[in-house]
């Protein structure tokens, strides 16, 4: 078999390997503790290995050693479910991801190199984020997926760039690291073999009479000298993740944290297909007791698309902090099951970056300050067809948080022309304010002096007869500036004057 032609490409291949998985599952069993499988040790925390609680060590024998000993079964499912939103979270990274049951993940991060700053900040940022959502990794990068496999297996995180230095990078692991099986150890052990350098000098078609073609492929592939396909992980069209807490809690605010954690998986998750979400639903789970308690929901929505995780966060932080809990939470559900389409955006000319860049800063400021004041303390103006100035704006009452999705901009009706003929002032006073006048001048804390006027507005005849309404008006509008060279609203009618708005 040819060992000199190399399909690897433009390929670079990152592996996180999660040896502690059967362990992290777990994040409230109390320490020292150990995770076991037909009666022998799986895994064991730093506190019980230190009192020599070892993988492979008989359950008796380890409570031998260590009396108080938590133990638990292990949970394969409960480690797929880790490794899927774990996969979830590495989409914000590279859509290219393979998950290798039970505890390896691979990502190809070659076309994801600029967008991070290079393989030696990507690295970092990945393992860094790993270690964030609760995973202590060991991670390699390399460019092929079963070289990065071996890499990260043997726990040799220097990357390795250049598929020239793989014979090298790879010869220098020790066998008894990678996951051969035992008659492969036992069968490499008896020809002197102790690294994977002894393995690659020894005859292709020797090792494969003795081991069997497929081991003399494995090899191949980690070399880059024979394609290695790999299936994809394939993003579900919905996204519905639980974590378990660590410990129960009844504060609300410390719920955060983990919440964070979910949204970072719900953002990675939307950004490998390119989604956004204006909704999404969090559900608390209470600890179970004599009364059975449904779970506390919590629903946030957004006035634009986003799958940004800071602007998520600040505002599930802003309603944790008014969130009133019934019972302490165990556990955390994140729901968002109705995704929509939200390309990639573009930096603004002065450096802004992300969705801030543009007009959805207004849109976060706005979703912020709902869930700090309440849906009904922040509302939108929409313009009515109506000449009375009264009447010629409506206040919309957002439900963002109840998840009605409101433009958080000033917006005017189809049928209703924004050209007006005269200049019209955003603030109105509620009830306009009688002036008095002096020698046929308005006065309001001194003379006024008239700029622009008169504007006649005549309207609302239709109504005059229905109880509270605002009925028929005839009155002059003018715009007048005072001795504190304010720009204000006035109009005069029958009844004198009045001052109906400021400008600025």
């Known amino acids: 078999m040819p060992f000199n032609v190399h399909y690897v490409g433009i390929m670079l291949w990152l592996a996180l390997y999660l040896p502690r998985l059967p362990l992290e599952v777990f994040p409230s069993l109390p320490s020292p503790k150990a995770i076991v499988s037909r009666e022998r040790v799986v895994v064991a925390d730093r506190a019980a290995s230190s009192a020599g609680v070892m993988p492979g060590l008989r359950l008796a024998e380890a409570w031998a050693f260590l009396p108080t000993l938590a133990v638990q079964q292990r949970d394969c499912e409960r480690e797929q479910l880790a490794l899927t939103r774990l996969a979830y979270w590495a989409g914000g990274f590279t859509s290219e991801i393979c998950c290798l049951p039970p505890q390896t993940l691979l990502l190809e991060v070659a076309a994801s190199l600029r967008l991070f700053g290079g393989a030696t900040a990507l690295f970092e940022r990945i393992v860094s984020g790993c270690a964030e959502q609760g995973f202590a990794p060991q991670a390699a990068l390399a460019p092929t997926p079963l070289a990065a496999q071996w890499l ?4 040799d995180n220097e990357p390795c760039l250049d598929s020239a230095e793989l014979p090298l990078r790879l010869g220098r692991l020790p066998l008894a690291a990678l996951d051969f099986s035992p008659q492969k150890q036992a069968r490499l052990g008896s020809f002197g073999a102790r690294l994977l350098a ?4 020894l005859p292709r078609a020797g090792l494969a009479r003795r081991l069997g073609p497929a081991f003399v492929t494995d090899l191949a592939r980690a070399l880059g000298d024979f394609p290695d396909p ?5 993003f579900p069209e919905r996204f519905v993740e639980r974590l378990e807490l660590p410990m129960r809690t009844d504060n609300a605010i410390a719920l955060g944290f983990a919440g964070r954690r979910l949204v970072a998986s719900l953002c990675g998750w939307l950004a490998a297909r390119a989604e956004g979400i204006s909704e999404c639903r ?26 940004d995780p800071e602007r998520i966060s600040r505002v599930l932080i802003e309603r944790l902090q008014r969130l009133e809990l019934p019972a302490a939470v165990d556990a955390i559900r994140l729901r968002a099951e109705a995704p929509e389409a939200l390309p990639g955006r573009a930096s603004s000319l002065f450096g802004e970056h992300g969705e801030g860049a543009g007009g959805d800063s207004v849109a976060a400021l706005v979703e912020r300050l709902q869930a700090r004041l309440g849906s009904g303390s922040v509302h939108v103006l929409a313009v009515v067809a109506e000449h009375r100035p009264e009447n010629a704006s409506r ?3 957002s439900a963002l948080l109840a998840g009605e999705r409101i433009a958080t901009k000033l917006f005017a009706d189809s049928r209703v ?19 008095r006048e002096t020698a046929g001048r308005p006065q ?25 309404a605002l009925g028929d008006v005839r009155r002059d509008y003018f715009v007048a500036i005072s001795i504190r060279q304010e720009w204000l609203w006035i109009f005069r009618c029958r009844a004198g004057w009045f001052l109906h708005g400021v400008f600025a």
């Open 152 to 155: 990260a297996l043997a726990g």
């Open 198 to 201: 002894d393995v690659l000098c």
């Open 230 to 234: 790999r299936p994809r992980f394939v």
């Open 282 to 307: 969090f559900e608390f789970a209470h600890e179970r007791s004599t009364e059975q308690r449904s779970a506390t929901v919590l629903a946030l929505a957004f006035s634009t698309a986003t799958r």
């Open 395 to 397: 206040r919309v009452t």
């Open 417 to 435: 022309s924004l050209k007006e003929s005269a200049p019209r002032p955003l603030w109105l006073l509620a009830r306009p304010q009688a002036l």
């Open 444 to 468: 309001c804390g001194g003379s006024l002096r008239l700029l622009a006027g008169p504007e006649r507005i005549e309207s609302g005849w239709w109504d005059a007869a229905e109880p509270d």
